[in-house]
T-cell receptor, first 117, second 113 residues
Framework: AQKITQTQPGMFVQEKEAVTLDCTYD???????LFWYKQPSSGEMIFLIY??????QNATEGRYSLNFQKARKSANLVISASQLGDSAMYFC??????????????FGTGTLLAVQP | DADVTQTPRNRITKTGKRIMLECSQT?????MYWYRQDPGLGLRLIYY???????NKGEISDGYSVSRQAQAKFSLSLESAIPNQTALYFC????????????FGDGTRLSIL
């Protein structure tokens, strides 16, 4: 069965520094998608970045990049130049195999990031 | 206006009451989902719908029911609420393409006393 693991319950980072949030996944299917979401204290879920299993290059979106290591089954989120507004819970999620019956997302338990001034 | 709107945003109720959470979207997506978030457990899928005539159970559907009234509306009901259904509930929508993200509403914080 597919599974997402986020081993860092919480992290601190200094403002303007880069931070890496870890995510490992488990699937036996060759075709899948990986997503990162941000949840600020206000509660909403904000989509950040996507990586497809067949994508040749690591995904980037502004200050967010995804360090995708397929052989290690890891999809770590890198936030460059951290800002105070980056303080939030971050969730890694995997889309079931493309063409699968449910197309649902499987979420990790999240990492709480605190950016310190 | 938000693309995915959930009502109410907050609700406190008593054990045994019937509760309905509503979700409407203006994104034109066919696929809609209801998730539940509990501390330390991430989000878990309750029900999902790929169109008006297609309703499917997720991993934790017991104690819940849904209704897809139209392409834009998907409601979640708790027929007889119990305290362990206290959680943050999210509605989400997505396009049919696999590489597209799910778009979430702002959530409904439900407390059952």
């Amino acid at each position: 069965a597919q599974k997402i693991t986020q081993t860092q319950p919480g992290m601190f980072v200094q403002e303007k520094e880069a931070v890496t949030l870890d995510c490992t996944y488990d699937t036996s299917d060759p075709s899948y998608g990986l997503f990162w979401y941000k949840q600020p204290s206000s509660g909403e879920m904000i989509f950040l970045i996507y990586q497809g299993s067949y994508d040749q290059q690591n995904a980037t979106e502004g200050r967010y990049s995804l360090n995708f290591q397929k052989a290690r089954k890891s999809a770590n989120l890198v936030i460059s130049a951290s800002q105070l507004g980056d303080s939030a819970m971050y969730f890694c999620a995997m889309r079931e195999p493309y063409g699968g019956a449910t197309n649902k997302l499987i979420f990790g338990t999240g990492t709480l990031l605190a950016v310190q001034p | 206006d938000a693309d995915v709107t959930q009502t109410p945003r907050n609700r406190i109720t008593k054990t045994g009451k019937r509760i309905m959470l509503e979700c409407s979207q203006t994104k034109g997506h066919d696929r809609m989902y209801w998730y539940r978030q509990d501390p330390g457990l991430g989000l878990r899928l309750i029900y999902y719908s790929f169109d008006v005539k297609d309703i499917n159970k997720g991993e934790i559907s017991d104690g819940y029911s849904v209704s897809r009234q139209a392409q834009a509306k998907f409601s979640l009901s708790l027929e007889s609420a119990i305290p362990n259904q206290t959680a943050l509930y999210f509605c989400a929508t997505s396009e049919a393409r696999d590489n597209q993200p799910q778009h979430f509403g702002d959530g409904t914080r439900l407390s059952i006393l």
